[in-house]
């Protein structure tokens, strides 16, 4: 190809600033340059159309340089916002506070009203033994009542100190045990002879009673629990009433009781009537004590019962009545009186025994050969081994 003139004005195909126009690499496909409108033109920051841009280019010509994207912006900051969610959680929580202070607060209060008493004897006692053993004494003492509870309790007048309730509970490595004394069992109580059981109370109180059963069942006493009529009343309405099961119909003046066979509700003065009575039965004194353990664990039972930590109200009124008839010995802790409660409560059924003295006659004479056996099961500790033989709802074999 002959050389092209200087100064035609023509650009020559293969000069680098024309590569453009001829297509470089492109197989000599030739044509004119690109319109504008069919360019993608990168994006300017702040040029506009037709006006030159700090580090732009002007519009028509390719762009040399690129703006850096702006940096992204900050995640916004949430902030808390205490709305009435909040202040419903806050009360929550406050109440919630009270209501655990009220609950340790009511049975502290209630500990200062328990009456304490001596009933740990002197001289010699058996050695300690495994688990714990409870003496639960029912005591007959009118001094807590006015004389119109007397006349509508049926108590009657009677002067001075005796029991009409006389309970061992053990609790231990097995099930818990529950065994009724009667009281007019025949016994050698210590300085008196050979008489019954309850005049050991009436003689020396507390201390002589717990002497008496040490000595003749060879069971050592840990703690010391005495309830009284008025009490008792107290405490069994506290809890709502109880459920009592009776054989047949009773109707017992001297008790103030008159009711029909089955299973029934009993407020206060109806469960005392009931626990008390002894003169609709041929047992006498011997289904008596199968009453009062029906009674004692029903108010167990009903005591620890969940409604009884969730309803305020009945919560302190069991406690004002349990201050107002409890008589504990000076040895026995607070702890140990809610352990007891809560042993009361498995008693019964398969969660407990339930026992009246092993007997051999309706004199209550203790039977000399049952009597000691079950005696040792409780000394060791043995609940669990305890045959059906020895432990029945009249003693009775």
């Known amino acids: 190809m002959a050389d092209r003139p200087k100064g035609s004005g023509t650009p020559e195909e293969g000069t680098p600033e024309y590569d453009w126009l001829y ?11 690109p319109d504008d ?3 993608v033109m990168p994006a300017t920051s702040t040029a506009s159309s037709g006006q030159r841009g700090s580090g732009g280019r002007p519009p028509g010509g390719p ?15 949430r902030r808390r916002r205490f709305g009435l969610g909040w202040l419903r959680f806050g009360w929550l929580k406050l109440i919630l506070l009270l209501w655990v202070v009220f609950m340790v607060a009511v049975p502290l209060w209630a500990w200062t009203k328990v009456e304490k008493v001596d009933a740990e004897p002197d ?3 058996p050695v300690e033994q495994d688990g714990t053993t409870y003496l639960l004494v029912g005591s007959d003492s009118r001094d807590d009542l006015t004389e119109a509870e007397r006349k509508e309790l049926g108590t009657g007048g009677a002067v001075g100190q005796r029991t009409d309730t006389i309970m061992v509970l053990h609790t231990g490595s097995g099930p818990n045990l529950l065994m009724s004394i009667p ?8 300085g008196h002879g050979v008489t019954k059981i309850n005049a050991a109370f009436a003689y020396g109180g507390p201390e002589l009673l717990v002497r008496t059963i040490e000595q003749n069942t060879g069971i050592r006493i840990d703690d010391y629990v005495q309830i009284g009529f008025g009490g008792f009343v107290g405490m069994v309405d506290a809890v709502g009433g109880i459920e009592i099961c009776p054989k047949t119909a009773m109707d017992d003046p001297q008790a103030n009781l008159k009711i029909e066979k089955g299973c029934q509700e009993a407020d206060g003065k109806t469960a005392l009537g009931y626990a008390r ?15 009062q353990r029906e009674v004692v664990s029903g108010v167990g039972s009903k005591a620890l019962s969940p409604w009884t930590f969730i309803n305020p109200v009945r919560y302190y009124e069991l ?3 349990a201050a107002e008839s409890f008589t504990v010995g000076e040895g026995t802790s607070p702890i140990s009186l809610g352990k007891f409660a809560f042993a009361m409560t498995r008693v019964d059924g398969s ?3 339930t026992c009246g003295v092993p007997i051999s006659d309706l004199a209550v004479t203790w039977d000399s050969e049952r009597a000691p056996q079950l005696f040792k099961h409780i000394i060791e500790d043995d609940t669990e081994g305890i045959p059906d033989n020895l432990c029945t709802p009249t003693g009775m074999p």
Do not use: C, F, M, Y
Not at 23 to 33: V, W
């Open 123 to 125: 001289g010699k006692r």
């Open 37 to 39: 409108s069919t360019r």
């Open 183 to 190: 009281r007019d069992s025949n016994v050698e109580v210590p």
């Open 351 to 353: 969660k407990g025994l």
């Open 63 to 77: 762009s040399r340089t690129t703006t850096a994207a702006p940096p992204p912006r900050p995640a916004p900051v």
């Open 319 to 321: 406690s004002t009545a």
């Open 23 to 33: 297509g470089s690499g492109r197989s000599g496909r030739q044509g004119p340059p």
């Open 277 to 291: 009575s002894r003169k609709t039965s041929g047992l006498g004194d011997i289904d008596r004590a199968r009453q």
